[in-house]
């Protein structure tokens, strides 16, 4: 993986830079972010690091998440932008932006930053972060290992996804060599679970109808009381159907406000984004995501019938 | 890892080997004694591959897995016995077997075998057998890869449990490159469910209870038919209720003839291989087993009993 040049030369140049991530900030966006932070100021520079969204409470145990404030700089340093690349998505619409550096490895690709770093090969922005702090010559740290396996390991599903590679996996062994801890990472991502949530899912479960390939699952807002949850519980609940092989669709309805959000999943071919846009929705190819006025069953029926018409 | 001189030798010096693993094959047992039947036809050896147990059909998709048959031989090979330590695990108890090498990484050691290679460092037997098929100077084929790839996955969980280390990534990131597709490996290990298992999934975790950080859930007879499951079906279900944050050991009873076996799953410093070990099992600190004659009641209580005094 090439680092430009402009880039490196930026980070030797300067001594102060405003460091941002996404709205509703990921794993990869934190992890990635904290890690650049950190490797920054070990070279002597100033960081601020800016999220207009709260650290999740699950991300809290990256070391140092509580460099990030939502608090804007004033005084006009260079933005470096990671893991989207429009200040749209980091909520930075209206922020005088000097000068800004751009690291990124989505696919859509907008027109923003005086230096474009834009690689959607890469598995995880995390992962360009790491070759960027090895070609400054900088030392991975524990701190800075942690927060980049984390981000690594958070999009590509530990190593489970088809973004896996052997160099991500050799750059992960570096990481565990440098301190990052790959099972206490994996117990805060996945072993975390509040008793709570664990028995809405089973109350989400146990709402399972199959139709055609799709499966179905739903939340009502009384579950959510019977069970002392809310909506942010249901994180990932739309990936448990697609363990089934003959599944291809995963479709999670959860009841608001006279309406339901609708959450999709998909394997292989399916792109349940364009499905999603015919609601006035969107999202990804194998997830997106849309919200409908309707009752349950009319709802369920509209979205066979579009999946159908695909 | 260093390898036995005396395995060495034998495999160099016999021509064919009777390779068995233990019954109720899991990924383990089954991609290690593929990978080493492959490995040592590809030296001109022959292999007789023995399970009593069939292949479960979530790993048939494991290159040569037809080679293994419920058969015994006859003609008096040395037997290589892996995953296991003893005959009674591989249900050889009645078997004459004039010469044995066990490869193994249970921490349960009972003292068989003339060659004796156990070593619970090991996150994998596979990756025994993948400085085994090093040592001998042997190709790591794509289907060698696949089979060991899939072992080591099995046995941390695809890198989340606490034997996940730099070496093993390491390992995996060469088994990638000669071949093994992680994604695809993961997609068979967790995405191919069949519909009447994740049916049985929910009902098992309908029977969630809750007492001093022990999650217990049970199958029975009933369920099995109710849902047309076996209790192949059933690997993996322990290791659901880890996901609570708060939940130290996950008890999964099955219902057999007249007992129960216990599945013991445990997060942190909680040896659940010294539990079952006073229920005459056995196994490794955080997954081990053991089957009991009682009502689950009894058998719920007297495993509380136990944990509580460890």
Redesign the interface.
Known sequence: MRVPEKLLALINDENSFFISTHINPDGDALGSSLALSLALESLGKKTVLYDRDRVPEFYRFLPAHEKFSASLPSNGQPLILLDCNEPGRAGLDDVVLPYSAVIDHHETVRDFGDIRWVDPHAAATGIMVYYLIKELGLEITQNIATNLYTAIAVDT??????N????L??V???L??SGAD??SI??AL??????RR??LL?EV??T?E?VDHIAFTFVTKEMFIGTGTTAEDTEHFSNF??????VEVSAFFRETDGAWKVSLRS?GSVDVARIAERFNGGGHRNAAGYKITADIKTAKEELIKEIQDV
Chains 1, 2 share one sequence.
Do not use: Q, V
Request: proline share 5%; glycine share 2%; charged share 25%.
């Open positions: 599903g530990t190593f489970r996804y088809s896996t590679n052997s160099e996996l050799r992960c062994a570096e565990i060599d790959p099972a994996s117990l996945y072993e975390a679970w509040s008793e664990f028995r089973i479960l146990n399972l199959i159907p697609r363990m089934m092989e003959h394997k």
